[in-house]
């Protein structure tokens, strides 16, 4: 059974840093390309961060490039985001999805950004 679970969410104050995970089970997690999503009320979902199964190379939305850093550990069949200089339009639920075939996502953590 395919599983991704995150977490790391929370609240917290801009210029803030949060680090979320994504714990993957039931799939070759090494063979998968890894995203983060994300999405606001009334918005459609939109890409944050995608990394290659090797995590050799990654890509980044223009409005995260610099403050965010998409990692993978295979050993754990872990995927991360590190989050710097948070900003309040960077209050979403994040969502981890694996790509290879077809997709497969988790159920979403909340961040919410404010003072």
């Known amino acids: 059974q395919v599983q991704l679970v995150e977490s790391g969410g929370g609240l917290v104050q801009p210029g803030g840093s949060l680090r979320l995970s994504c714990a993957t089970s039931?799939?070759?997690?090494?063979?998968?390309?890894m995203s983060w999503y994300r999405q606001t009320p009334g918005k459609e979902r939109e890409l944050v961060a995608a990394i290659a199964g090797s995590g050799g190379s990654t890509n980044y939305a223009d409005s995260v490039k610099g403050r965010f850093t998409i990692s993978r550990d295979n050993a754990k069949n872990t995927l991360y985001l590190q989050m710097n200089s948070l900003k309040p339009e960077d209050t979403a639920v994040y969502y981890c999805?694996?790509?290879?075939?077809?997709?497969?996502w988790g159920q979403g953590t909340q961040v919410t950004v404010s003072s």
């Open positions: 039931g799939f070759t997690f090494s063979s998968y390309r």
């Open positions: 999805k694996a790509f290879r075939v077809v997709d497969y």
